[in-house]
């Protein structure tokens, strides 16, 4: 059965050859295999240095993970390519590739659908499917680089998904995109985005593995957080907070905070300033995003003057903060929203059936 088939794609450079030592292999078909995979190929016939006998067996075997394009929209305003991929069991996330002056950087899902549930959330609104495997992750990189003919340089862990909610995978999609024998794209060049599962940022904190964590704090206090965000019920922002402290001192890395701005809900000078106390002392910055409108939502972006008063106060305070840069506007190119089209679109035709 094709359940049944290893997902080579998720293995390490360890694990391939301990695989292929099993399989009475000498060890140097893993490095032979593990340079084939990382270079996206799609079938074990493109491994022509692989004896055909054992091509073969890792057919029988094995399967590699791809992540195929089933809609592609491009931005005319600033060249933002939003991906809709699917995957072998034709579950689908999007991934969203953006050009900056320093290069190119995706951001990627890493679970189809969500579980938490965030109001201003397109992808939370669509319910939860299952986790992405490492491999999968992984393919969302390969295939826009193909596609687009690039080489990207900065990954964001901020599509689809919780990342913190599929850790051992995404701990697994780490190792393999920082291989030296793989993309080799550096854990600084990586920014993970949680809305705030504490145990997890804990287990990242011990690791030291360099990268960026950004925080989905959006709103100063509990009432306002629980109201939004349903993980803050388990997870209070003092203690949130208190992780993400231990995060700073323990990896020396700054953390980002992300903020929605929401028009008459998270927006105003009093917001600004228990933001300002809440957060003082941790080494971190403030990213204003002005939220995005969603289909059954009644949230709206906050207004360019509360934006600046709101940036304001938090200069005073000594807290650095920033306007996030809108890009792909035209194309939704916020996570959820093209995956929720697609959805819909297949069951009116009845395509959809579990």
Request: proline share 2%; hydrophobic share 35%.
């Amino acid at each position: 059965m094709a359940d049944e088939l290893i997902d080579i794609k998720s293995m390490n450079e360890k694990e391939l050859k301990d695989f292929f030592e099993d399989l009475g292999q000498p060890k140097f078909r893993a490095g032979q295999v593990f340079s084939w995979l990382h270079k996206g190929v799609k079938t074990f016939d493109e491994m022509t240095n692989i004896p055909s006998d054992l091509r073969k067996k890792l057919v029988q075997t094995c399967y590699i993970s791809c992540a195929a394009i089933e809609k592609k929209l491009i931005s005319a305003y600033d060249s933002t390519v939003k991906y809709l991929f699917s995957f072998r069991d034709g579950e689908t996330v999007e991934s969203v590739v953006m050009k900056y002056h320093h290069g190119y950087t995706i951001c990627v899902s890493t679970q189809a659908g969500c579980k938490m549930g965030c109001d201003f959330c397109a992808t939370g609104k669509g319910g939860f499917r299952r986790d992405l495997r490492a491999s999968e992750i992984l393919s969302q990189i390969q295939t826009a680089q193909q596609d687009n003919g690039i080489r990207i340089s900065n990954i964001v862990l901020m599509g689809m998904g919780e990342p913190l909610d599929n850790y051992d995978n995404v701990i697994r999609f780490l190792e393999l995109v920082s291989c030296e024998n793989g993309l080799n794209i550096g854990m600084r060049h990586i920014s993970l985005s949680t809305c705030g599962i504490v145990p997890k940022i804990y287990d990242l904190a011990d690791r030291k593995l360099q990268l960026t964590l950004s925080v989905s704090l959006h709103a100063p206090n509990n009432e306002i957080r629980s109201r939004t965000m349903p993980v803050n019920k388990k997870y209070p922002i003092e203690e949130l907070l208190k992780a993400c402290r231990y995060y700073a001192e323990k990896t020396g890395r700054r953390i980002s905070f992300e903020y929605a701005m929401i028009d008459g809900v998270n927006d105003s000078d009093e917001c600004a300033r228990e933001l300002a106390s809440r957060i003082r002392g941790i080494l971190s910055h403030v990213n204003l995003i002005p939220v995005n409108s969603v289909s059954g939502s009644d949230y709206r972006k906050s207004r360019g003057d509360r934006l600046r008063s709101f940036i304001s106060i938090l200069e005073r305070s000594g807290i650095t903060a920033t306007v996030r840069r809108t890009l792909g506007s035209d194309i939704n190119a916020s996570c959820g929203q093209l995956r929720s089209s697609a959805a819909k679109n297949k069951a009116a035709k009845g395509e959809i059936t579990g």
